[in-house]
Nanobody, 119 residues
Framework: QVQLVESGGGLVQAGGSLRLSCAAS????????MGWFRQAPGKEREFVAR???????AYADSVKGRFTISRDNAKNTAYLQMNSLKPEDSAVYYC?????????????WGQGTQVTVSS
């Protein structure tokens, strides 16, 4: 069982930056694929970025060049650095973990952290 706790959300002006953190419990963090998702009011949850245990990274087109995902296995933590934020980035951001990189589904989810970007 893995517990995920996000932090770092808040209110920021357009063009600003935030760094989200996702702290994971458990000794096998390095073996998990980690992802970030977001959900805005009235919209479905959408993929933002992922970093697999082997280090491969992918981003949604909407955040490419602005967001950077990373992980520190020694700290059991994944990060999402968000730069050049736009009002449309406002959402609840969730981190997720999956036991196998090749899995299509994520097994564990955090509670979410709110990001609000003002224009």
């Amino acid at each position: 069982q893995v517990q995920l706790v996000e932090s770092g959300g808040g209110l920021v002006q357009a063009g600003g930056s935030l760094r989200l953190s996702c702290a994971a419990s458990g000794r096998t963090f390095r073996s998990y694929g980690m992802g970030w998702f977001r959900q805005a009011p009235g919209k479905e949850r959408e993929f933002v970025a992922r970093i697999m245990s082997g280090g491969s990274i992918a981003y949604a087109d909407s955040v490419k060049g602005r967001f950077t995902i990373s992980r520190d296995n020694a700290k059991n933590t994944a990060y999402l650095q968000m730069n050049s934020l736009k009002p449309e980035d406002s959402a609840v951001y969730y981190c997720a973990a999956k036991s196998y990189d090749y899995s299509t589904e994520y097994d564990y989810w955090g509670q979410g952290t709110q990001v609000t970007v003002s224009s």
